[in-house]
Structure formats: C-alpha cells, structure tokens
C-alpha cells in the first residue's frame, strides 16, 4: 500500500506484470493502432464525396415542425451542403 497523508489514507499498489505475463494477454485486450484505424477510412476528395459522406447518418432533423428522413436531399438544406 502507499501511504498519501495529505489525503489521510492510503491506496493499492498496481499489480506489475512480468514479461511472460503480458505476452499471455489476448490480443484484443492490445489498443489498436492509428494506422489501422485510418486505414478503415477513405478521404473526401471531391464535393460527390462529402455529400455521400454525410447521406445515411443517424441524425434527427427538424425543418418548419417536419422530421426530414433524409436531411441531405432536402431542397431548402442542399444549397447550404453545397456552397
């Protein structure tokens, strides 16, 4: 235990693990990478691309007291995705 007498009590020491220890972690217990997660990613090249990125998100939206089912082919919201 360590001993905080600022806080007047004290807290449990972390358990260290050895080395043949953590070789026996699963592999999912592991953070994936950043290169792994960008490679799930495609980029946003041209405008076609930006609008399908936005098509089929889950987003609820109002417009004059009417839920919009698909936000982004609305004529009064496209001008907007457009500029």
Do not use: C
Request: aromatic letters at 8%; proline letters at 10%.
């Amino acid at each position: 235990m360590l001993a905080f007498p600022a806080w007047g009590g004290a807290v449990p020491r972390p358990a260290l693990l050895q080395e043949d220890q953590m070789d026996a972690l699963p592999t999912q217990a592991r953070e994936e990478t950043a290169a792994s997660r960008w490679a799930r990613f495609s980029p946003i090249i041209t405008g076609d691309d930006y609008v399908n990125s936005l098509r089929g998100r889950d987003v609820t939206v109002y417009l004059f007291g009417e839920k919009l089912a698909e936000p982004v082919d609305h004529p009064i919201i496209r001008p907007s995705i457009n500029a």
